[in-house]
């Protein structure tokens, strides 16, 4: 049955690429190129579903001055590689860390979960990324962040006392069990904890 829907996939898509004046492609490429879309779906969907789970993890920190890493991924940028220019998204690990909403004014730098489909109280089930930015502006309880690397048009407001946003500790390192299981945000060691305080002071 595998072998009959791939034909059948197969010959839609043949007669489709003729219809719109396509080149003719090989059973084989054609089987490799949908591995490939196969794969980078399942990868997709995995790292939202992980994403979701790291966010859910994150917002349960509800005790003061508790900390956790989170990944923040940017834009892809230009790399050489080989000689050829390519696009490449990167990475890096922060600390983020509760604190009393009080905290959050004008010029301080935050980490806070960005919400893609306008459901800005829960995230269940909803497509989202963790973002470093800068509080530029504070209007009866609720504070505008220029988001890192993006334009002003991109400024999100957020309640001050939301419980989406965290005081953002700097650069640290990723939790051990990472390479094992990145599925969960883990809270970090005392003496990661104790690193960072000097930048959460």
């Known amino acids: 049955k595998r072998v009959k829907s791939l034909l059948e996939n197969y010959e839609k898509d043949m007669c489709y690429r003729k219809s719109i ?3 003719h492609v090989t059973y084989s490429n054609w089987a490799k190129q949908e591995a490939k879309k196969d794969k980078k779906e399942k990868v997709d ?6 994403s979701i789970e790291k966010a859910h993890d994150l917002m349960q920190l509800t005790t003061i001055n508790a900390c956790a890493a989170v990944e923040i991924k940017y834009e892809s940028k230009p790399v050489w590689i080989k000689n050829k220019k390519r696009m490449r998204k990167y990475n ?3 600390m983020a860390k509760r604190v009393r909403p009080g905290l959050f004014v004008p010029r301080t730098q935050v980490i806070c979960i960005v ?3 306008g459901a800005r109280h829960s995230t269940s089930n909803c497509e989202h990324e963790f973002c470093v930015g800068t509080i530029v502006k504070l209007v ?5 962040i220029h988001l890192m690397g993006r334009g002003k048009k991109d400024d999100i407001w957020f309640e001050q006392d939301s419980d989406h946003i965290f005081l953002d500790c700097g650069l640290t390192h990723p939790p051990v069990s990472v390479c094992d299981d990145d599925m969960n945000i883990l809270k970090m060691a005392n003496s990661t904890t104790h690193r960072q305080k000097k930048f959460c002071k």
């Open 140 to 144: 009866d309880g609720h504070v505008k």
């Open 21 to 23: 004046g396509l080149s």
């Open 45 to 50: 969907e995995s790292e939202k579903r992980m």
């Open 115 to 117: 919400i893609h489909d």
């Open 92 to 94: 890096e690990w922060r």
